[in-house]
């Protein structure tokens, strides 16, 4: 079971339905409708933090999921959900210089883990005002992609199953949308958890530096 936390977003359920077509189950819960114990309870295989229209401050449950489950559980965050990453992570979200709401942007990236044999660039869809700040990012998070101006699109913890996009995968905008989750979908957690008792081959390698385009 796929676990999506809602963080009222008006498209999630897109992202659900993406899920949904490539053979899993997801199971949506509002920000605020949720606790950690019924996460535990729910045994998910994978937790997405979906998008939506505040800060990481304001993300109800999001933080506190990406805490508790970071290297138990892989944890895909998307749009709002990356910077949720970011911020719990230790990095500083800002205002963006120009906000995007539909933009498609040439998106470069390092061809591992999320975008494994996607194209690069590839074209994403945009719709934020916010960005993970570079200059904040943590030593535990490293760049995985970027647009042709050097903004982060994507961020992935060196030591956990956890990635973060900002371009949405969802987004008719979005270029192999479907691709990019069934990656998400084939991480696995080698770390023992006490959701399972027992430890998975997770796949995700450290990277060195990321590639500008």
């Known amino acids: 079971m796929i676990l999506v936390i809602d963080n009222y977003d008006s498209l999630v359920y897109n992202l659900v339905q993406y899920l949904g077509e490539l053979g899993r189950e997801p199971r949506v819960f509002r920000n605020d409708a949720l606790t950690l114990a019924q996460v535990e309870t729910l045994r998910p295989s ?3 933090i979906s998008p939506g229209p505040c800060t990481p401050r304001e993300a109800g449950i999001s933080n506190d999921v990406i ?3 970071k290297g138990r559980i ?12 970011g911020h719990v992570y ?3 979200v800002r205002r963006a210089a120009v906000p995007v709401h539909g933009k498609p942007s040439l998106i470069f990236h390092d061809g591992r883990t999320l975008f494994r044999g996607l194209p690069s660039p590839f074209t994403g869809g945009r719709y934020h005002s916010l960005v993970v700040d570079e200059a904040t990012l943590p030593a535990a998070l490293e760049v995985s992609a970027r647009t042709a101006e050097g903004e982060i699109m994507g ?3 060196r030591t956990e199953p956890v990635e973060g996009i900002q371009v949405h995968p969802e987004s008719i905008l979005t270029e192999h949308g479907h ?3 069934a990656n998400f979908l084939g991480m696995e957690c080698h770390i023992p958890s006490p959701l399972t008792g027992e430890g998975e081959d997770e796949g995700v390698n450290p990277l060195g530096s990321t590639p500008l385009p």
């Open 179 to 181: 691709q990019l989750l």
């Open 46 to 48: 994978h937790i997405v």
């Open 67 to 69: 805490t508790r489950f």
């Open 155 to 157: 961020v992935r913890s």
């Open 74 to 85: 892989p944890i895909l965050g998307v749009c709002l959900g990356h910077q949720c990453i």
């Open 90 to 92: 230790g990095g500083v």
